[in-house]
């Protein structure tokens, strides 16, 4: 066999053999990837994606559209040459594992945070709408959770109302852990509050719920990677009650990156007019209360999605502008949002036709 014959074949094997070892070397990498995108002021799976009773609604047009990013599963194990692939891809982005799921995460774990986060998005999305129409809102401190084996197990329960920390009175959720961090790890503290079940009733009746309860709790240590301090095992939340019928509809998505769009599309539901001018523009960002939009995973996948599906604007957090403006799809343009106001603003001179007035994201 002539030497450079020998020579090429050699070559083919050895890169056959690497071929195949790379698909079954598995390499600690996840993918993302564009996923959904749907019109807050439309319908999905056949209902309305917002759906408001007790209050006059008004027709509509255009889009304003959330967006998600597909990502794989905790336990799917990424080969080197689909890490190679998706790295070379334009479509999608190789994190490592770690990233999208920390300390070991499982994937039934991931799934229920981000619908826990997913929930709050959307209560926050609704306080952050109704506060911009100075429609009042009735808002509390709540126990969102109880740890399993804590001293607050079976002493207080998820939905109850926390009036108050050693006769203090709470006013936010952060109220509640400093106060009890004031202790010593195995002193008492007394928490005043409605039980779940009598917040419930009154709610039904429209009334404000008033017989209250003190529970006295013996703290612990932390066993955190934190501080060492007392705590009791729980953690605090908001609820809030609404004076009409607000329900979001969309299932099958987690996490908390939907809520600008959803604040949005109840303020443009809720207003005379169309917010966007019957244009289409799609956005992500979490929301608080108080309309302050936050980053969120994922902006170049979330661009690509919004501009495949016709997007023309796309409403960007402020702290993922600069990521987002280095790989821009082409016609669609960044505006750059740090609360809720501003997006209405931008919306505002976008159907003005006043696109050069715009704060428009760029790269640093």
Not at 43 to 52: F, R, S
Not at 187 to 214: C, G, H, I, L, Y
Not at 265 to 279: E, I, R
Request: aromatic content about 4%; hydrophobic content about 35%.
């Amino acid at each position: 066999m002539p030497r450079r014959t020998a020579t090429m074949l050699a070559s083919t094997l050895m890169l056959i053999a690497l071929l195949c070892a790379g698909v079954f070397i598995p390499v600690p990498y996840s993918e993302m990837s564009p996923g959904p995108t749907v019109n807050t002021l439309g319908n999905h799976d056949g209902e309305p994606v917002l759906q408001i009773s007790g209050r006059k609604t008004y027709p509509t047009s255009g889009n304003l559209n959330m967006t998600t990013v597909r990502v794989t599963s905790a336990d799917y194990r990424m080969n080197l040459v689909e890490a190679v692939y998706g790295w070379l891809a334009h479509d999608s982005k190789v994190v490592p594992h770690e990233t999208l799921y920390p300390d070991g995460k499982t994937e039934e774990q991931s799934t229920q945070e981000n619908a826990e986060e997913f929930s709050q998005s959307q209560e926050s999305a609704k306080v952050a709408a109704l506060k911009e129409l100075h429609v009042p809102v009735k808002t509390w401190v709540i126990v969102s959770a109880v740890v399993k084996g804590s001293p607050a197990q079976g002493k207080l329960h998820a939905g109850d109302v926390v009036k108050a920390v050693d006769g203090t009175a709470v006013k936010q959720p952060d109220d509640v852990a400093k106060l009890v961090t004031k202790h010593k790890p195995g002193q008492d503290v007394v928490f005043t509050v409605v039980p779940a079940k009598e917040q419930a009733a009154a709610e039904k009746q429209n009334k404000t719920a008033t017989s209250t309860r003190k529970i006295k709790i013996t703290t612990t240590t932390s066993d955190d990677k934190g501080k060492k301090r007392a705590i009791v095992g729980i953690s605090a939340g908001t609820d809030h009650t609404f004076p009409f019928s607000i329900d979001i509809k969309l299932a099958d998505v987690g996490g908390p990156s939907a809520g600008l769009m959803f604040s949005l599309g109840l303020y443009d539901k809720l207003t005379p007019g169309s917010l966007t001018g019957g244009k289409f523009v799609a956005g992500t960002g979490t929301i608080d209360d108080d309309g302050k939009v936050g980053p969120i995973g994922g902006i170049q996948m979330k661009t690509v999605g919004a501009r495949d599906k016709g997007a023309q604007y796309f409403l960007t957090p402020a702290d993922n502008c600069s990521a987002a403006a280095k790989d821009t799809p082409g016609g669609l343009t960044l505006i750059k949002v740090n609360t809720i106001d501003d997006a209405l603003g931008a919306l505002k001179d976008l159907r003005a036709g006043k696109t050069s007035d715009l704060p428009k994201c760029t790269a640093k």
